[in-house]
């Protein structure tokens, strides 16, 4: 019933399915979670999206895109290195072809019934989208920040993970949140079904 489409962006809101993406960012992050990041028209969008970020989208039978995802390699500019590096907690920030930064994960409230417990189809469908853009990129890894809670989601799933460098959970805003090395392998694929 969704189909996982992967888009880059050409410049910027010329794209549909991207903008679709932008105004979820902005009802997730802003509407939702209450975080004061920039928004322009309902549409939330930063600096690392003009970095050659690729947006991934689960839509419905309908064109509606009710989750999304944002992949930047590690070689330039990314969320964890430049704006959260305390996460680090002394590891280095990977800068590698074969890694790349998992961010803006979002998904529409109420978008879908639920597959596994409380998680909903289009979570599912997003995490299983690690592993197919994964192998459309030849990456080996992923990075992210995320909150302690959506942590114990992917370990939920089965996600080959491992909380960066000492492994704390620090206050960021409003949440408990970690920065996680993520492995690409079989797991991403077949525990999310």
């Not at 996982?4 to 009802?27: C, G, I, S, W, Y």
């Not at 970020?53 to 689960?58: C, E, G, S």
């Not at 019934?113 to 690690?130: N, Q, W």
């Not at 302690?148 to 492994?167: D, F, K, S, T």
Request: aromatic share 8%; proline share 2%; with cysteine.
């Amino acid at each position: 019933m969704n189909t996982v489409v992967m888009t880059q962006e050409d410049q910027a809101f010329a794209n549909p399915v991207v903008n679709q993406v932008f105004k979820l960012r902005h009802e997730t992050f802003i509407d939702r979670l209450d975080w004061e990041i920039t928004s322009t028209q309902g549409m939330e969008r930063d600096q690392f999206d003009d970095l050659d970020a690729f947006h991934i989208a689960v839509k419905t039978a309908g064109d509606e895109v009710v989750g999304c995802w944002r992949a930047l390699p590690t070689t330039d500019d990314y969320m964890l290195k430049n704006i959260f590096p305390e996460l680090l907690q002394g590891e280095a920030a990977p800068e590698l072809d074969d890694v790349w930064e998992i961010s803006r994960f979002a998904v529409r409230k109420g978008s879908s019934e639920s597959s596994r417990g409380y998680m909903s189809t289009t979570t599912i469908d997003l995490v299983k989208s690690f592993h197919e853009f994964a192998v459309q990129k030849g990456i080996k890894s992923y990075v992210t920040v995320t909150t302690v809670a959506c942590e114990r989601m992917l370990r939920q799933l089965g996600v080959n993970l491992r909380r960066m460098g000492e492994g704390k959970a620090l206050q960021v805003g409003k949440e408990r949140s970690v920065a996680l090395w993520i492995n690409v392998d079989s797991r991403l694929m077949i525990n999310a079904h």
